[in-house]
């Protein structure tokens, strides 16, 4: 009896130790499914070791030093807002000079579609002066300072005077020394008096080159003391400024040099009596024949420079 029981307890013993044998290797089996999903999991959610320097973001600095974005800074240059500040005057007026003299190539100082800053005094005239204009009825003339008068360049040109809201136009017909200052024109007292009161005496204003309407042909005139051997020549009435005065010479143009009191020489006669020709600042040319020497007579033409 005694020996079936010790049996009976040993088999048992086996079961139960079979038992646990087989807990034990499904729990073995279940942690490591359990640690490699984990594992696999981890592995899924964050980038792997060998990637980690490209997906960093520190070698940005080191390409872009400045702490702007580029496109940020291009933005306003590529696209600039209408409430960005113009561009400074002085860069205004190189472009401005830029496209006249394309469009006016023999232009001096003086250029189309520019706008030219100073003041304004004034001073009794009949019209008369460095220009060696004769004097007249037209009471609206100006001097010009010397830098801008430049060698009698400036002579005959038309100018538009604006001031306080009013606007004048004038012909140059003197030249303002001394005192002028570039940009200075010195009017006639009644032109100024159109544009303030005489008793402010001088006054800022702004001033452009114009190509007026209202004007006939222009006009030619042999200096007194004129002949074939030696001669001076001058035009009047030109709308636009003049850049050339050329007489004919065995068949082609010769240049005339111009003096400070606006006459053209011809020192050795060469051309005086013959054809003319004129060139305004814009490279438009008229010939003028037909014209005997007739020192001290303006003589009309039939020619006028285009209006620009």
Known sequence: ???????????????????????LQGRSADAEETRSTSVTGAQAAQPPASDAPSASPSPAPSASPTPTPAPAAD???????????????????????????????????????VTYSGVATFYGTDGSGACLYDAGSDVM???????DYETAKACGAYVRVQSGGKSITVRITNE??????????????????QLAEPSKGRIPI???????????????RYKSGSSQYWCGIQAIGHRNPLARLEVQVGGSWKQLTRT???????????????????????GEQLTVEGLTIRPDVTQSTRVQFARR
């Open 141 to 147: 003339t100006a001097a010009m300072n010397t830098a």
């Open 75 to 113: 933005a306003p240059r590529k696209s600039p807002s209408p409430s960005a500040p113009s561009e400074p005057a002085p860069q205004r007026r190189a472009k401005a000079d830029h496209v006249a003299a394309a469009d006016a190539p023999l232009a001096g100082r003086i250029k189309p579609d």
């Open 176 to 193: 303002c020394p001394g005192d002028c200052a570039v940009g200075q024109l010195d009017l006639s007292a009644e032109a100024f008096a």
């Open 1 to 23: 009896m005694h020996r079936r029981l010790v049996l009976v307890s040993a088999a048992s013993a086996l079961v139960v130790l079979s038992l646990v044998l087989v807990l």
């Open 260 to 282: 400070t009191y606006n006459y053209f020489l011809s020192e050795d006669g060469s051309g005086c009596g013959g054809p003319i020709r004129l060139t305004d600042i814009y």
């Open 206 to 220: 702004t001033w452009n080159l114009v190509s007026p309407s209202d004007l006939g042909t222009l006009s030619v």
